[in-house]
């Protein structure tokens, strides 16, 4: 079984702040992805990073994938309240998808 | 857009009383999936399918059983119901086939079990 760690679990942070999540594992993977979840609803996907060393920018948010392709990190810049949720990242690995055990964020206004 | 339709949303059941998780999509996706989220472990991957007629384990498929008669349905049976399988569940579905980048996974909004 490929496991993802992700850290930190919880993170408590003002409007305004920037923060960073990381997403580790021993596997390769032939892709990363991460989703963001709210209360009540499932994840959606906010990126997939595919090649090592990758970067990709949503906005505020930058991706980025490890050159080995085991870990990934998210980044957030002046995090404001929309922000607040369940990001998770998820490892490609044939027809499976592995999901790490997710960071909750909130962003106090 | 309906996308992917679970029911119930809420369910309780006593130890040892079996049920269907109902999963429906309407994006014609061939790969279909059930998921378990529990408090800090994320989300497990209990059964998965390629395709109508085909199915797969995932990392914790025991206790639950499932079939694919159907591209559009996937339900998820519990045959037996114990406490430890207390959790929220998702089904997910996404296209099978893909070149660098697997597309995304479109999830349901869950259904709430609770084995007492």
């Known amino acids: 079984t490929q496991l993802l760690e992700q850290s930190p679990q919880f993170l408590s942070i003002q409007e305004g702040e920037n923060l960073t999540v990381y997403c580790n594992s021993s596997?390769?993977?032939?892709?990363l992805q991460w989703y963001r979840q709210e209360p009540g609803e499932g994840p959606v996907l906010l990126v997939t990073?595919?090649?090592?060393?990758e970067v990709k920018k949503l906005k505020r948010l930058t991706f980025q994938f490890g050159d080995a392709r085991k870990d990934s990190s998210l980044h957030i810049t002046a995090a404001q309240p929309g922000d607040t949720g369940l990001y998770l990242c998820a490892g490609v690995g044939g027809n499976m998808l592995t999901f790490g055990g997710g960071t909750r964020l909130m962003v106090k206004p | 857009n309906a996308g992917v339709t679970q029911t119930p949303k809420f369910q309780v059941l006593k130890t040892g009383q079996s049920m269907t998780l109902q999963c429906a999509q309407d994006?014609?996706?061939?790969?279909m999936s059930w998921y378990r989220q529990d408090p800090g472990m994320g989300l497990r991957l209990i059964h998965y399918?390629?395709?109508?007629?085909?199915?797969d384990q995932g990392e914790v498929p025991n206790g639950y059983n499932v079939s694919r008669s159907t591209t559009e349905d996937f339900p998820l049976r519990l045959l037996s119901a114990a406490p430890s399988q207390t959790s929220v569940y998702f089904c997910a579905s996404s296209y099978s086939k893909w070149g660098a980048a697997r597309p995304p996974l479109h999830f349901g909004n869950g259904t709430r079990l609770t084995v007492t």
């Open positions: 994006m014609n996706h061939e790969y």
């Open positions: 596997s390769v993977f032939s892709s």
């Open positions: 990073v595919v090649t090592g060393g």
């Open positions: 399918s390629v395709g109508a007629g085909i199915t």
